[in-house]
């Protein structure tokens, strides 16, 4: 049974950093699934903020985090992360890792809240 359980989230000032973790059961990340991460503020519809190939590695980013935001794996922990940097209070939202990049097959969430 595939469970994703993430990680990380807490409370931080704008501007500030986060590195959320997604621990994957059920299936191997060395079989080369695409992982993502994706977010739903309050009020708001889910929105795709970053990709990568389990196997390989590559990588994608929405353009509202390019240059903020790293997604990153350990294939020996079955661990996704995503380290958030220059958080803006905007982006105060549950973040979940998915299978799919719609979000469906997504964990339980973990809360980012960014405020002063």
Request: with cysteine.
């Amino acid at each position: 049974q595939v469970q994703l359980v993430e990680s990380g989230g807490g409370l931080v000032q704008p501007g500030g950093s986060l590195r959320l973790s997604c621990a994957a059961s059920g299936f191997t990340f060395s079989n080369f699934y695409w992982m993502y991460w994706v977010r739903q503020a309050p009020g708001k519809g889910l929105e795709w903020l970053s990709g990568i190939n389990t196997g390989g590695g590559s990588t994608a980013y929405a353009d509202s985090v390019k240059g903020r935001f790293t997604i990153s794996r350990d294939k020996a922990k079955n661990t996704l992360y995503l380290q958030m940097n220059s958080l803006k209070p905007e982006e105060t939202a549950l973040y979940y890792c998915a299978k799919n990049s719609n979000g469906t097959g997504r964990g339980q969430r973990t809360q980012v809240t960014v405020s002063s």
